[in-house]
């Protein structure tokens, strides 16, 4: 069965750093581009970063670009997220998504989802 587990979140506090994993099994996901998104409470889930099937192409939202890396492993059939510098307005559940069409940078082009991490930023 085609998936992806998310890991990693957590609380942390302004300034720190977290990575996130995202878990990719079945085999048909295991070439695909992939992205992360996040939705804050009472917010949209918005676009936060994509990459390439081979992971030479990326891209970042505004909000977190210098700030956050996403990167993958395909031997490990793995994506991350490695944020640093964090805010508040990072706090979120974190969803990682693989699609058919770089970038994975709006919903319509998400195949499937992750089950979302919790990421808890505070003062």
């Known amino acids: 069965q085609v998936q992806l587990v998310e890991s990693g979140g957590g609380l942390v506090q302004a300034g720190g750093s977290l990575r996130l994993s995202c878990a990719i099994s079945?085999?048909?996901?295991?070439?695909?581009?992939m992205g992360w998104f996040r939705q804050a409470p009472g917010k949209e889930r918005e676009f936060v970063a994509s990459?390439?099937?081979?992971?030479?192409?990326?891209s970042y939202a505004d909000s977190v670009k210098g700030r956050f890396t996403i990167s993958r492993d395909n031997a490990k059939n793995t994506v991350y997220l490695q944020m640093n510098s964090l805010k508040l307005e990072d706090t979120a559940v974190y969803y990682c998504?693989?699609?058919?069409?770089?970038?994975?940078?709006?919903?319509?082009?998400?195949?499937?989802w992750g089950q979302g991490t919790q990421v808890t930023v505070s003062s």
């Open positions: 079945g085999r048909t996901l295991s070439t695909k581009p």
């Open positions: 990459i390439s099937w081979i992971g030479s192409i990326t």
């Open positions: 998504a693989a699609g058919n069409t770089p970038p994975v940078n709006v919903a319509a082009r998400v195949l499937v």
